[in-house]
């Protein structure tokens, strides 16, 4: 069964640092990986997805990085600002028919001014 | 607009009560997803849809949850005799052709 663990659970930093957030899975055979944001009491965000035939994809100041055989990816976000503060969370779509997302339980990002 | 919508935003409902709860996906996406979301964590699978049929619904917690989509465009999740443990965040998602999940805004379930 595939299993997504992020850490830190939780990260504080100030405004302008560049940080890096997590994302391990234990089973490598995945179809892809999508990186998203979750504002409080909002729907999720689609930040980067990454093809498990690609190894990193950008978006403005975002660099995610995947490293399928490690079961790895990172999100790198430069030059951090308080609108960045959210619950960042990281996913993995298995190979096989079904299309469903497995989660992690994200990591909480406080961007403090 | 273009994004996928849910309705209600909201809902309260009394332990033993049928709830329904619909999705709008993104005009034109093939797959369409249902997940919950607890207090703290991250979604999980529900169910899954490709057009009209729907291919995995192994993360349905018990026959008391249905979900279906007629003509392969909205969706309803329904929840028959609704449980205290049945309180979450339920989230659609709509996908074309096996690519980028985009997620609606969440019916927050709330069961007294």
């Known amino acids: 069964k595939q299993e997504v663990t992020q850490i830190p659970a939780a990260l504080s930093v100030p405004e302008g640092e560049n940080l890096v957030l997590n994302c391990s899975f234990t089973d490598s055979a995945i179809y892809n990986l999508q990186w998203f944001r979750q504002d409080p009491g909002k729907g999720l965000t689609s930040l980067l997805l990454i093809q498990s035939s690609q190894r990193e994809q950008t978006s403005g100041r975002l660099n995610a990085s995947l490293d399928k055989s490690s079961g790895r990816s990172t999100l790198y976000i430069a030059a951090s600002q308080p609108g960045d503060s959210a619950t960042y969370l990281c996913?993995?779509?298995?190979?096989?028919?079904?299309?469903?997302?497995?989660f992690g339980k994200g990591t909480k990002l406080t961007v403090n001014p | 607009g273009a994004g996928v919508s849910q309705s209600p935003r909201y809902k309260v409902a009394k332990r033993g009560q049928d709830v329904a709860l619909r999705c709008d996906p993104i005009?034109?996406?093939?797959?369409l997803f249902w997940y919950q979301q607890a207090l703290g964590q991250g979604p999980e699978f529900l169910t899954y849809?490709?057009?009209?049929?729907?291919?995995?619904k192994s993360g349905l917690p018990s026959d008391r949850f249905f979900a279906e989509r007629p003509e392969g465009s909205v969706s309803t999740l329904k929840i028959q005799r609704t449980q205290q443990e049945d309180s979450a965040v339920y989230l659609c998602?709509?996908?074309?052709?096996?690519?980028?999940?985009?997620f609606g805004p969440g019916t927050r379930l709330t069961v007294l």
């Open positions: 998602a709509s996908s074309l052709d096996r690519n980028e999940q985009f």
């Open positions: 849809f490709q057009n009209e049929a729907q291919l995995d």
């Open positions: 996913a993995v779509d298995a190979q096989g028919g079904s299309e469903k997302l497995v």
């Open positions: 005009s034109g996406h093939v797959s």
